[in-house]
C-alpha cells in the first residue's frame, strides 16, 4: 500500500493532492494541517473516504512534526512512501507588495520573516521530520512544491517587482529542495520541486476578492 503524506493538505492545491491520491484504493493518504477544526474544506471533500488520515501540523513549529510523524508510523506501519510538501503563505494581505510599498521597515522585516518561516524553513522541517519514515521505504520520493515567481529570470520577464516576500522565501526553499536533493541522493532518494503552474483556487480560498487578482498577473 502506497503512502503519501500532503503537508498543507486544508485547501487549494494540497487538497486537490489528497483527492486525486485518495482515488487510488491501495493508497493510504494523510492530510497534514495546521488546524483541523478549522480546516472545513477538507473536512467535507474527504467525508466518507477511509484511506485518507488527517493528522495535525504547522511547518513552522517543529515540536509538531515530531508529533505528528509519529502518529503518521502508527498510521503506516513506520514508513512513508511519498512526501508532498505544498503548505506556503500566501497571505493576501501582503502578497503583493514591494519593497517600496512598505514605508515601516519594521513591518517590512516581520512580513517577510513571517513568509521565510513558512516557504523557506517549512519544506526543511518537513523533510526533517519525517525523514526517518521516508528512509524505511524504498521509494524516498520527497515534492516540494514551488513557484516560477522563484526564478530570477521569471521575474525579469514577467517585469514584477512586486510579490517580493512570497517570491524571495520560495527561491530559499527551492534551493533548500536543492540542497537536500544532494544530500539524500546517495540513499536513492528523488528530491525536486514541482511548479504547478497558475492554478485557480477559488473554490477554497480563504479571501475570494483579493485571490481574484492573482488569476490576472502573478504566480
Ligand atoms: N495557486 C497557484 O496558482 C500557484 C502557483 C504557483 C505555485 N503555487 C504553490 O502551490 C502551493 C499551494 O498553493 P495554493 O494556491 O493551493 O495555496 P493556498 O490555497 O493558500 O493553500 C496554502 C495551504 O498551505 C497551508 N499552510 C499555510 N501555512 C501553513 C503552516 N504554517 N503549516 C501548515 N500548513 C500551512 C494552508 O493551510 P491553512 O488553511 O491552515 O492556512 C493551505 O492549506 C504553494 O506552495 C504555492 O506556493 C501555487
Known amino acids: 500500500m502506497p503512502s503519501y503524506l500532503v503537508a498543507g493538505a486544508s485547501r487549494g492545491i494540497g487538497l486537490e493532492y489528497v483527492l486525486q491520491l485518495a482515488k487510488r484504493a491501495d493508497a493510504v493518504v494523510i492530510a ?41 508510523g502508527e498510521i503506516t506501519g513506520g514508513k512513508l512512501d511519498y512526501l508532498i510538501h505544498n503548505a506556503a503563505n500566501l497571505d493576501m494581505s501582503t502578497f503583493f507588495k514591494g519593497f517600496d510599498d512598505y514605508t515601516d521597515v519594521e513591518q517590512l522585516d516581520s512580513d517577510f520573516i513571517d513568509a521565510f518561516k513558512v516557504n523557506s524553513l517549512g519544506p526543511v522541517h518537513s523533510i526533517r521530520a519525517f525523514l526517518p ?44 529542495t536543492t540542497k537536500y536533493a544532494v544530500q539524500l541522493k ?19 480560498a480563504v479571501n475570494d476578492s483579493a485571490l481574484l487578482r492573482v488569476d490576472s498577473d502573478f504566480c
Open 186 to 204: 546517495d540513499e536513492g532518494f528523488v528530491v525536486v520541486s514541482l511548479n504547478p503552474g497558475l492554478v485557480n483556487t477559488l473554490a477554497t
Open 133 to 176: 519514515l521516508l528512509r524505511a521505504s524504498s521509494t524516498k520520493k520527497i515534492v516540494v512544491i514551488g513557484t516560477a515567481g522563484a526564478l530570477p529570470e521569471f521575474a525579469r520577464f514577467i517585469d514584477v517587482s512586486g510579490t517580493a516576500a512570497y517570491t524571495m522565501t520560495k527561491a530559499a526553499g527551492l534551493l533548500a
Open 32 to 72: 497534514l494541517v495546521r488546524n483541523p477544526t478549522k480546516s472545513t474544506h477538507l473536512t467535507s471533500a474527504i467525508a466518507g473516504l477511509k484511506n485518507v488520515h488527517v493528522v495535525a501540523g504547522d511547518v513552522t513549529d517543529y515540536r509538531t512534526l515530531e508529533l505528528a510523524s509519529k502518529q503518521v
